[in-house]
């Protein structure tokens, strides 16, 4: 609450135009920070934000990805961790709530969250139950709704394909296939999928890196106070509260309430274009909409049309190059591997 009373002072000097140094140093005072360029990089940030991690190696990730694409990790044969996080869509599904074994929809009517620069939240899923990607990527392999694939039935398909047996041998020694392991390695695969972007070499100090148009509504969304919730690296990815100034208007979509304490962790801002639906529930398609929404829920104001489309020139500059991903070869089954079930 303080940060947002904090940001939403700089209303005050909303209608002067300041220089591009000016904006950079309100973006920088609003807790606002470039993506790291390597993994050590990462793993400063975690530390920082008290975040869990695993060592990282190439060949954790390398295996890892295998992994991500894996349709025979869930019950049917069918569903991976791509089908929700495609790479290809921004790291999403494109529809409102997600859809997994037996073509039943999330009982909640949750959205799924983009992937990419998931590693840099402080928190994962909605209500922020795990606090780091490994223990999030058991989640949805276990979960009925989702990929139905009990623990114990993953390690043992996994394990029944010779190939992965041995890759898992030499990146994790004597442990080999465990469902811990199949999930540190997801996650390392996942550490990879940073996407920088010119807002990242705007923060670096490259003045021209964003147009006028954009400096503009970058300076809009710091006068309106998005950045009391939408901040740190991934501009977004902490717990805060939800409905702080108003009744969201589908808030009757699901029955999602957030945690205990009725937190939502609040999505990345990064790659925004690319994620629609938007909140929790997948309610609002159009991102102007989700700004002015947002106004009205979280900070109690009005936002304009022209205001919303200033906002959203910013977080257009928001999209970030994507790693190259090369589609993986899975191993072929075996006659110990367990049939998929439909």
Request: glycine residues 8%; contains cysteine; aromatic residues 8%.
């Amino acid at each position: 609450m303080k940060r947002l009373i904090v940001s939403l002072s700089f209303v005050v000097g909303s209608a002067l135009s300041l220089s591009a140094a000016d904006v950079l140093t309100q973006a920088k005072d609003s807790g606002l920070i470039p993506l790291p360029t390597n993994q050590a990089g990462v793993e400063k940030i975690l530390t920082e934000a008290g975040v869990k991690f695993s060592p990282f190696s190439e060949a954790k990730a390398e295996l890892g990805k295998k992994l991500y694409f894996e349709p025979r990790l869930s019950k049917s044969g069918l569903i991976s961790c791509n089908t929700c996080h495609n790479l290809g869509l921004g790291g999403t599904d494109g529809v409102a709530a997600a859809i997994g074994h037996r073509w039943v929809a999330n009982p909640h009517h949750l959205n799924s969250p983009t992937v990419y620069n998931s590693v840099l939240n402080s928190a994962q899923f909605w209500d922020g139950r795990a606090g780091d990607l490994a223990d999030q990527a058991k989640g949805p392999i276990e979960a009925e709704p989702e990929m139905a694939t009990p623990a114990k039935l993953a390690v043992e398909k996994i394990s029944s394909l010779p190939e992965y047996q041995e890759e898992f041998k030499k990146v994790y020694g004597k442990s080999g296939v465990t469902f811990d392991n199949i999930a540190d390695a997801i996650a390392n695969f996942e550490r990879t999928l940073l996407t920088p972007s010119r807002y990242d070499a705007f923060l670096n100090g490259d003045d021209k890196a964003l147009t006028k148009a954009e400096k503009e509504g970058l300076q809009l969304f710091l006068d309106k106070g998005c950045a009391a919730c939408h901040t740190g690296v991934n501009l977004g990815g902490t717990m805060q509260a939800f409905e702080v100034a108003g009744k969201y208007k589908f808030a009757n979509l699901g029955d999602f309430k957030g945690d205990a304490n009725g937190m939502v962790k609040t999505p990345t801002l990064r790659n925004i274009t690319e994620t629609a639906p938007y909140f929790h529930n997948g309610a609002i398609w159009k991102l102007t909409d989700a700004i002015k929404e947002m106004g009205s829920t979280q900070l109690g104001i009005t936002i304009s049309d022209k205001e919303a489309s200033k906002i959203e020139t910013f977080l257009k500059a928001l999209s970030g190059t994507k790693p190259t991903i090369t589609y993986p070869q899975f191993p072929v089954a075996t006659d110990k591997t367990p049939k998929p079930e439909l």
